[in-house]
């Protein structure tokens, strides 16, 4: 489901004419030799695309631009080999719109004790040409990211791929559509925005749907094609149908096959990659969508509840921005639901009433049919599991009225301590850092939201990064929190961000 471009990122190495052709030659040669050996090393998640060096005002900015204009072009990567006269640089950099990294390095690793002379040295200095470099960028206020390192080193490597993904997050970010099924939950607040300005910041469009034109395209779903759904979920999943007949119980499953297939059919008819439900506003639909919105999400699709769009979206973006990635333990929309308070046992557990992505899913996953405690529908199938152990993030986007802020928790995710046998969802369990009181506390200071878009698959760094370049507030909530330097942080916040 997630269908993107063949991204590439360009590599533009800064030199000048000072130095005469043959320095030039060998500026060439290093840079197409970075160029090859970042490409062969499989490191990166994006291809790297070697550009002629540039020397002059007009090449510069023609290669910013033609950067802008190539919609396969993610980024830029700039480096100077040489001194670069940075002024050359600022129509350039004025012009250019996408995201831009700044890799200081050097061609060789170590100093060349014996041989060293003043040619090597005009012709190896990075470190005083990315300084001239990076001073204009400074000048110009210019959001970039800076990677020090031998171009050899893993990483190096490493941090160059983390942000080729959150370049990718970026760009793609004006391309997420937000279905809305029905309107937000009556009177809730923090799952409410302000759509235009998440447009003008991210690109995002958020359009709403009245609930029964989806559902005219769930009831054109023909059986046999709900039956051959069906057998997937049978050979795939384990029934546990907790007293109930198993042909009822089928009955209850097929429906939920029924939206899927309807709901994935009219999604991709409309162009849109996420989708909002409200369990209070569900038209003709039989059941609250959960299974069906589960196996969506599996698909890449972003999901916010109760009509919580921004949900969606931030979901569907940290998907894209996961996308291929080798290993991945899952992204999903996630809910802070009830406490563990004992002594060294703290944690929050995570869930949601149905509807949690089942790529985070650790051992057998199973489908269960239970009344549901809200709403008036029939008992929901929903897919069953827990999750898997390990650091995650969770990630809220509020709106604060004059502006958005995104609230980075790093959390730990940990095994169930025992079996919840009466608890029919899928679950996830995990401590904040720094700890559950400091973290929860800075959390609510911050106004986070109980959901949240929760990955195993990003940092908190690629995420603050994202917003850096959206143009928004970051707060982060890590093992180095304390709550008066994080109270600190949210006023310098008021006035940075007015
Ligand atoms: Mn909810």
């Given amino acids: 489901m997630i269908k993107k471009k063949e991204y590439k990122f360009w590599f533009c190495t800064g030199s000048q004419d000072l130095y005469g052709d043959e320095v030039l030659e060998h500026v060439a040669r290093h840079s197409k030799e970075i160029v090859e050996e970042l490409n062969r090393s499989k490191m990166l998640p994006y291809e790297v695309v070697w550009k002629p060096v540039l020397i002059t005002n007009e090449l510069i900015r023609r290669t910013f631009n033609e950067a802008n204009e190539d919609e396969n072009c993610a980024g830029v ?16 950099l004025q012009e250019y719109r996408k995201p831009l990294l700044h890799l200081h390095t050097q061609y060789n690793e170590e100093i060349p004790y014996d041989t060293i002379d003043m040619d090597f040295m005009n012709e190896n200095q990075a470190a005083h040409g990315d300084r001239e470099y990076g001073h204009i960028v400074s000048r110009m206020r210019i959001e970039r990211k800076v990677v020090v390192g031998y171009w050899k080193d893993e990483v190096v490597r490493k941090k160059i791929a983390s942000w080729m ?21 009556r009177n809730v607040a923090v799952t409410e925005g302000d759509k235009v300005e998440a ?14 034109d989806i559902i005219e395209s769930v009831q054109a779903v023909s059986d046999a094609d709900v039956r051959k759904l069906m057998d997937e979920y049978y050979e795939k999943y384990m029934m546990v149908y907790d007293g109930r007949d198993p042909d009822e119980f089928k009955k209850h499953v097929a429906e939920q096959a029924r939206i899927e297939i309807g709901f994935e059919r009219f999604l991709e008819e409309q162009n849109y990659q996420a989708i909002v439900t409200h369990f209070g506003d569900l038209g003709a639909l039989k059941q609250l969508p959960g299974l069906a919105i589960q196996r969506l999400m599996e698909k890449g699709y972003g999901f916010g509840a109760e009509g919580d769009w921004k949900v969606a979206a931030m979901v569907r973006l940290m998907k894209i921005m996961t996308e291929g990635m080798e290993g991945a333990k ?21 869930a949601h009433m149905l509807e949690i992505c089942p790529s985070i899913s650790e051992g057998p ?41 995104l609230i980075i928790n790093d959390v730990e995710c940990k095994k169930n301590e025992k079996l919840m046998p009466n608890l029919p ?7 904040p850092y720094p700890d559950l009181y400091t973290g929860a506390e800075a959390w609510i200071l911050a106004g ?7 990955t195993y698959d990003l940092t908190a760094e690629q995420m603050g990064d994202w917003a850096d370049l959206m143009g928004i507030e970051a707060v982060f909530i890590n093992e180095h929190t304390t709550i008066p330097e994080f109270k600190r942080d949210l006023k310098l916040g008021e006035v940075f961000y007015r």
Avoid: C
């Fill in 365 to 405: 996953i199973s489908v269960r049919v239970k009344p549901l405690s809200m709403g008036n529908r029939e008992d929901p199938a929903r897919l069953v599991f827990t999750s898997k152990e390990g650091r995650g993030i969770a990630v809220s986007l509020v709106d604060l009225g004059n502006r958005f802020r």
């Fill in 199 to 212: 447009q003008i910041k991210f690109g995002w469009e958020v359009d709403a749907y009245p609930v029964n």
């Fill in 425 to 431: 969802v899928a679950t996830n369990f995990w401590t």
């Fill in 448 to 454: 986070g939201a109980h959901h949240t878009a929760f």
């Fill in 77 to 92: 990567i700039t480096w100077m080999h040489t001194f670069s006269p940075a002024k050359s640089w600022i129509l350039g």
């Fill in 330 to 350: 899952g992204t999903s929309m996630m809910e802070d639901y009830t406490y563990n308070l004992v002594r060294g046992k703290e944690g929050i557990l995570e």
């Fill in 165 to 185: 993904r959150t370049a990718v997050g970026v760009i793609e970010s004006s391309h997420i559509r937000v279905m809305r099924v029905a309107d937000n939950m």
